[in-house]
């Protein structure tokens, strides 16, 4: 067993032979910046000062090669040798994460399986010990393969020990093919909770952004806001294809009704001005946000869903004025990279 020191907070815990750094670091109730779990989005990318390290997991794209040798590693895949001195990569003007909920183990029983859409599924299971996160957390199935999925929990704390979920069926996916078997009364072992996506208490108003199942952690923390009586003004853009697309529009209008100051503005890609219905936008949310924020920098952003769309966001609101350390995206990054697309 090895011991890890973290620079500048003078934080140690152990970490086992075949646990990666990160797992060692969330189970013992230290408090990082992290992402994905699985090495593709880099959020817990920080600097190995002292020590010996098994880092051949990390992909070789993960890192820049330059920063690799001055000593940069991903905890998530990056596993001990021997004692380590790790110097925590602290960015200029983050707020220090309040405490969370180390992640332990839960057997779920499944108890309905919903078709929401064409490829969207609701997932609700029922654990057998109640869970404490924060809203817009994820948990990790694992399968009996041993293989890991992230999903983010849609409802809010207050459930008790029944959790919601809403996936994207996958083609060829693993977890995608288990979905399609399950059935109520079926087990599934997961772990949670994992992430650094909730609301932060600012004061400042919120421009949330998901596409797809990114509505997952942001009815989440939508249904707790309204739970917790906030007052904080709300935006929620949320992208789809068409119409048919657009999940839990029902209980988004039943939020607009407890929410304070809540703004629901659904932008479908597939639309045109004259197709979509009143209260939608033709377009992608890029284009939408881009029409309606002057000024971003008035704002907290929360983004949810697909990379490429929390990239193209966050880049839109900081040429807007958002400083970065303001914008908190959960990138929804598949387990496994793609398969490389012929031309
Ligand atoms: C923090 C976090 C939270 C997440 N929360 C959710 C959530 O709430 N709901 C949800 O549906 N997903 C969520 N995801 C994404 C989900 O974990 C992955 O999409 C998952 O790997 C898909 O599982 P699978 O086993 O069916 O497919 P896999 O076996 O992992 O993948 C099969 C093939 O499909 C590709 N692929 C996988 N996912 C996608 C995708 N989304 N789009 C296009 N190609 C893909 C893979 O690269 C691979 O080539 C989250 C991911 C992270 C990191």
Known sequence: MA????????????????????????????????GCRHGNCSSCKHWLL???????????????????????????????????????????????????TPPSP?????????????????????????????????AEFTLDTGERRSYSLLNPPSSGSELTFCIKRVQNGVFTAVLDQLEPGYHLHLEAPFGTMFLRETGRPVIAVGTGSGIAPLLSMLSDAAEQNSDVPIRFYYGARTTNDLVYLDKLAELSTRLKDFQFIPCLSQGTPETVPPNARAGRVTRAIAEDIRDASLYDAYLCGAPEMCDAVGRLLEAKGLPEVRIHADKFYPAIESAPVSA
């Open 50 to 100: 002292d020590g010996d390290v098994d880092d051949s997991a990390a992909s070789v794209y993960a890192i820049p090669r330059n920063e690799r040798e001055d000593g940069a590693i991903l905890l998530c895949c990056t596993y001990a040798e021997s004692d380590l001195v790790i110097e925590i990569d602290q960015h200029d003007g983050a707020e220090a994460l309040p405490p969370m």
């Open 106 to 138: 839960r057997r779920a029983t499944v108890l309905e399986v919903i078709s929401r859409t064409s490829n969207l599924v609701e997932l609700r299971v029922a654990l057998d010990a109640p869970l404490s996160f924060r809203a817009g957390q994820y």
């Open 3 to 34: 011991r890890v020191t973290l620079v500048p907070t003078g934080e140690e815990f152990p970490v086992g032979e075949n646990e990666d750094i990160l797992t060692a670091a969330l189970h013992h109730g230290v408090n990082l910046q992290y």
